[in-house]
Structures are given as C-alpha cells and as structure tokens.
C-alpha cells in the first residue's frame, strides 16, 4: 500500500471541498472495497477523506411517502430496517443476498452503490485494464469472460456491476442526493447514474470530481410481491452470475432489473409491458442486441429460466 494523507470531514460541503483541493483524494467509510484495492495498488489515493462523522446514517421517513436513506446507512441495518422489509422488501432480499454479515456491518449504502467490478484482470495488475488503466487494453475480451456481460459492453470493456442493492435501487426508481465542492446539490436518477463502458470504461458514474453522495431517496411504495433471486456458483460470499429484482402487481404487470449481465444494474422499461405474457417474451427484449462470448452464452437462457422462476413464485 502506498502512503497517503488523512484527514476527517467535519460536513459534507467541507468533505467535498477537501476532495476537490486534493489531487488523488478518496472518500472513504467502511472501506470495505477501496482498502482491499489499495493493498494491491489498484487504487493509489494520495489523501483519505474520512465521512463517517457526517451524520447521514439515518432512515427517514420523507413527505411524499417514500424512503431516504443517509450514504452512510449500514446494509445490516438498513436491511432489517422495518420499514425497508415492510414496504420495500426487494431492497431488503437484495442486501442479504451480498457478501457476508461481517461486510454488511461494516459496508455502506454510498459504497455499495460505488464499489468496483470483481472482474479478475481488473485485479491483476500484471494484465491490461482498461477500467484500472485507461487505453491499456481489455484482457477479459479473448480470455476467461464467464462471469462477464453480455449486454451493454464494448470494445473497451466487458465487466460487469457487482452490486446486488443497486439492482433492487433500479428497480425502485431510487435517486441519489450529492453535494458539490461549491456547496450546491443535485438528484440524479439511478437510470443516470451508472455508466456503460463506452471508450471511458474508468469513468464508471455520472459523478463529478469531489461530489459527495449523501442520501438515496426511494419514492413511495408501489406494493405487490418483491422477489430477488441470485444465481452463483456457491450459496455465499459470491457474487451473481445472474440476479433478477422484481416486482410484480396481481395483475401480472411490474418492474425488472437484471445483475450480473452489464456495467450497471440492467432495467429495459418497455420490456415491463410484456410481463403478462411471460418470461421468453420480457427476457428477449431485456437482452436484445446481446453479445456474449461463447464461455458466457449460458447467461441468456439463465437469465429467462431464473425470471420464470420470479414469476412463478410471484403469482403463487
């Protein structure tokens, strides 16, 4: 690990000032992906800016009937929040369904939304990278590329978003809150935040320099049967192949967002109109335009059969 400067924020404006001044500074709460990438020199921040006396690891109840949630909100608590399993329990699934009870204590809802891809050549600094080292190459595009994406990558870069919260906050039409260096604040729609890969694939949100994420607000509940369903190679402590997040209305119609298929979380809202009519149907236009390699092809049938078993257990 390289050395770097520390200091601890005293407000969220202040944090995103000192983000802002610093070359190479890092935010960082629960660390429970940056401290890891840092070890290997994946990530070489030159200051840490520690938020987590900001106070925004509160679950708040807001006026139009929905959710916001403080950056700094704890996956275990926000999972087992009361509210979150009553009204929004694809949110709820979808955190127990990451990493382990030791990382949930420790992770964060900013950070979860802001972790970085578990793609092996992003991790092995002895391969190019272009997400670690822009203009380098991709080594994932002609080798291992089974966890990889098979919708939404490019020449560039075929990894994929890691999160399963983000997917259940896709599904939600969630909104993150930030604050700029210049004190001024913004919403961005979750649809908006995460970006394809394109020809920068190491500019991986819609984040500018310094700004600070402080809440996500989730709009008032829309009801029916919530279900995740994660598809991995072993029970825990792995990462999806394929995730599905529904939620489905009695009458057959709902939402859909997919993991472990793209560089975000994977939502294709005109799909939703066919839900009544099946999972080969909504599953065909979710994955139109496809491109998967011939070791990740699995992914297209999976992603249907594992949304015909959504469906199934949601009209039962």
Known sequence: MRSFSYERAHSPAEAATAAARTAGAKFIAGGTNLL????????????????????????????????????????TDLAADQRVRRDYGLLSRALLAGASGQLRNKATTAGNLLQRTRCPYFYDTNQPCNKRQPGSGC?????????????????????THPSDMAVAMRALDATIETVQPDGGTRS????????????TPHIETALAPGELITAVTLPKPVGG????????????????????GAIVQSDGSGRVAIGGVAHKPWRVEAAEAELPRGAKVVAAQLLAGAQPTHQNAFKLPLVERTLAAVLTEARA
């Open 188 to 199: 961005i729609p979750i649809a908006d935040f995460h970006r394809l890969p394109g020809d």
């Open 36 to 75: 890891d990438l840092m070890k290997l020199e994946i990530e070489t921040p030159t200051h840490l800016i520690d938020v987590n006396d900001l106070a925004l690891d509160k679950i708040e109840t807001v006026p139009e009937g929905g959710l916001r949630i403080g950056a700094l909100v704890r996956n």
């Open 139 to 159: 080594a994932a595009i002609g080798g291992f590329s089974r966890q990889h994406a098979i919708v939404g990558a490019s020449e560039a870069c075929i990894a």
């Open 225 to 244: 049967a919530h279900i995740y369903r994660k598809v991995r190679d072993r029970a825990s402590y792995a990462f999806a192949l394929i995730s599905v």
